[in-house]
């Protein structure tokens, strides 16, 4: 099977087309698609009505799925527990409000962030199937944090060089007014410290890694300089020329690279529903600095 792929922004993000999800991949596709893949860090493939078995299965083609660590929130499916939920259905159909626990979670992915950076060993990357698509925002937009370490002001770079910045699951509690985890939950994952440079592994080029919803610390300096700092550099990154806003479409499957690229959703109108389906590929190694 060839693929076709087409860019969809000069910085990164292409279609994929060519590729069934719901069929098994011979391995020169998946050679392609992870080629395509590490040349433009978000792949869109289009019209994968899928169901989540097929979804794990595929995911399974570039790593082994993550299984969500918390679970009193019901962000991960009962029926298939390498599914999380980013979902404002719940599971007898009921629309959920903003302020229930879980919603008030899963809005700190309104800020930039890359999935499962509080673990010890960080996620590759996730895949996101658009189930039903809000009409209102809910547009997902990513930036390349290669070119964003490329072009850092020379002030900026010299704060991240040869630094490692913290990143905990328990800030999401203090961010958004999520009940805080359990004592197990937070004894499961407490807070690792990451270089804010790193190489990638596959390209081997180096890009920024920071997060606005993980990152309580920084190597060096106080709570506020350290806030400051994750502000500044977010706001440099966050920079029309550097991003790639994807409006979805019912049935798209994403595929993004959490090594180099951070993203965030826009915000929705709470009365539409929306329900998409993650799967989340576990990392094999720690972060390297660069
Ligand atoms: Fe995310």
Same mark, same amino acid.
């Given at each position: ?42 792949? &869109? ?114 704060? &991240? ?79 029309? =020329?550097?991003?790639?806003? =994807?409006?979805?479409?019912? =049935? ?12 965030? &959703? ?25």
């Amino acid at each position: 099977m060839t693929i076709t792929v087409i860019p969809r922004h000069p910085a990164l993000g292409a279609e994929v087309r060519g590729v069934d999800m719901r069929r098994p991949m011979d391995s020169a596709t998946r050679q392609a698609v992870v080629d395509a893949w590490t040349k433009h860090l978000v792949l &869109v493939f289009p019209e994968q009505e899928v169901t989540d078995q097929q979804h794990v299965a595929f995911t399974r083609n570039f790593g082994e799925p993550e299984i969500f660590h918390q679970t009193s929130l019901s962000l991960r499916s009962d029926r298939v527990r390498e599914i999380f939920l980013v979902s404002n259905v719940d599971d007898n159909d009921r629309l959920m409000k903003p302020s229930e626990p879980s919603q008030k979670q899963l809005s700190s992915s309104r800020q930039w962030h890359t999935d499962s950076s509080y673990r010890p060993t960080p996620s590759i990357g996730s895949l996101l199937h658009g189930i039903e698509i809000s009409r209102t925002g809910g547009i997902t937009q990513f930036i390349n944090m290669y070119k964003v370490y490329e072009d850092l002001p020379e002030s900026l770079r010299r704060q &991240v060089e040869g630094r490692r910045a913290r990143h905990d699951f328990g800030m999401l509690h203090r961010i958004t007014g999520a009940p805080p985890a359990s004592p197990e939950e937070q004894a499961a994952m407490p807070p690792v410290w990451h270089p804010m440079v790193r190489r990638h592994p596959a390209s081997g080029r180096k890009s920024l890694y920071i997060s606005s919803i993980y990152n309580d610390a920084v190597e060096g300096l106080d709570d506020g300089a350290a806030q400051r700092l994750i502000e500044e550099l977010s706001a440099f990154a966050a920079q029309p =020329h550097y991003m790639y806003r =994807h409006v979805w479409e019912p =049935h798209d499957v994403l595929m993004w690279d959490n090594r180099c690229t951070v993203h965030a &959703v826009t915000p929705h109108d709470p009365e539409e529903r929306r329900v998409m389906h993650r799967t989340t590929i576990v990392g094999t190694e720690p972060v390297v600095a660069a």
